[in-house]
Nanobody, 125 residues
Framework: QVQLVESGGGSVQTGGSLRLSCSASGYDFGNNCMAWVRQVPGKEREGVAWISRNGVVTSYAESVKGRFTISRDNAKNTVYLQMSSLKPEDTAMYYC??????????????????WGQGTQVTVSS
């Protein structure tokens, strides 16, 4: 049974930073890409970033490029999202997501099959 557990969300002021973590279990973590997706109530999910299985390749939504960094530690089965220069429009529930084993990742949230419960990020002006 695949389990993805996010942590690290919270409330910060504009310009602040947060680091999200996602711990995976029951999943072939080291052999699969991983992603972060966010959602605001009433809106569709938005892909934020994804990272290849070895961490060499990363991709970001235009809205977060230069401010967010995705990384992973395969020894800990954990993927991270370092968020800096946060803006009020970054306020959302952030989800860790994983594809079916050996499937590809991209910024489209629809390619992901496994999801965590989410962690709330709130940025105040």
């Amino acid at each position: 049974q695949v389990q993805l557990v996010e942590s690290g969300g919270g409330s910060v002021q504009t310009g602040g930073s947060l680091r999200l973590s996602c711990s995976a279990s029951g999943y072939d973590f080291g052999n699969n890409c991983m992603a972060w997706v966010r959602q605001v109530p009433g809106k569709e999910r938005e892909g934020v970033a994804w990272i290849s299985r070895n961490g060499v390749v990363t991709s970001y939504a235009e809205s977060v490029k230069g401010r967010f960094t995705i990384s992973r530690d395969n020894a800990k089965n954990t993927v991270y999202l370092q968020m800096s220069s946060l803006k009020p429009e970054d306020t959302a529930m952030y989800y860790c997501a994983a594809p079916e084993t050996w499937s590809t990742c991209n910024i489209n949230p629809q390619v992901y099959s496994y999801w965590g419960q989410g962690t709330q990020v709130t940025v105040s002006s």
